[in-house]
């Protein structure tokens, strides 16, 4: 049986058969198809857990839509009518629905625009999987996938070492809550977000390296790690408060420093950071660094 419904600017929605097919496409259009995937894919449950679920996926909802609305183009919304899309939108909507994290439902509304952006190829799959990796993990795990990324994946244009010495203390202030442990990062490895790659160093080589020419010393690294003498001289000319450098000591420590995002690992902290409003670049840019 075939439903017609009228959308925003006049557009028709047809439903057939659970198929959603549009004649043109606007925000409201994202939304009503947004809000029939929900429907048609939510779990039987009691009532209670029913409203409960209608409520979280609202936020969701809310947060897509305005999205849509801010960031996409008519011809870029047309991909919500598409099989890939609504794949795609019921794993993050029944997710988002699931329990009321903010992060979480931002997060995973910035990743369906971005994937409507897409003109398919490498990026649309890592965004793909993203989507649905995503729904399984919480804040920390967000946390430290960001944190990582800005550390080892992105060389900052930092020209003297004053700058490099503020980006510094402004990385750890952004994320002083992060919190670290071996079954987090176990549980990123383990679902394609990073490899452990011992051979990269501690936090002081990563500095090290990519910004040796503006410091004010070489430090000798043999195979890309200090010795932990030369370690606690690196950090020393940063000025750093005791806060500062037991959060730097505890990053080593737990052996987060050895981390290496995936694509799918990088597409989650990028659009975690945007979220936060952490990073001002074009993410789009960054990923295949």
Request: glycine fraction near 6%; aromatic fraction near 8%.
């Amino acid at each position: 049986m075939k439903q017609e419904q009228e959308g925003g600017d006049k557009s028709v929605n047809v439903q057939a058969a659970g198929n959603i097919l549009l004649n043109s496409l606007s925000a409201a259009d994202v939304r009503v198809i947004a809000e029939l995937v929900f429907e048609k894919n939510l779990p039987q449950m009691l009532e209670a857990a029913k409203a409960e679920a209608k409520e979280n996926a609202q936020k969701f909802l809310n947060e897509l839509s305005k999205k849509a609305a801010d960031k996409l183009t008519p011809e870029e919304m047309a991909i919500f009518s598409t099989a890939d899309m609504q794949y795609a939108l019921t794993h993050a909507v029944i997710q988002a629905s699931r329990k009321d994290v903010p992060e979480k439902s931002t997060l995973l509304a910035s990743l369906i625009i971005e994937k409507a952006k897409c003109s398919g190829g490498v990026r649309d799959i890592a965004i793909t999987q993203a989507i649905e990796i995503s729904a399984k993990l919480i804040k920390p795990h967000f946390s430290l996938l960001a944190f990582v990324y800005v550390t080892r994946h992105i060389t900052w244009g930092w020209t003297d070492f004053e700058a490099v010495k503020s980006g510094v203390k402004n990385t750890i202030k952004n994320f002083s809550d992060l919190t670290l442990s071996g079954d987090g990062m176990g549980i990123l490895i383990s679902m394609g977000c990073a490899s452990h790659e011992v051979t990269f160093g501690k936090l002081q080589d990563q500095v090290n390296k990519r910004y040796e020419n503006v410091l004010p010393k070489k430090f000798n690294d043999k195979f890309g790690r200090m010795s932990d003498k030369d370690g606690e001289e690196f950090w020393a000319s940063f000025d750093l408060t005791t806060a500062e450098l037991e959060f730097i000591n505890t990053y080593n420590k737990s052996g987060a420093s050895s981390l290496f995002l995936t694509p799918v690992g990088k597409v989650i902290a990028l659009s975690y950071m945007q979220t936060q409003n952490l990073i001002d670049y074009d993410w789009k840019l960054l990923i295949t660094d």
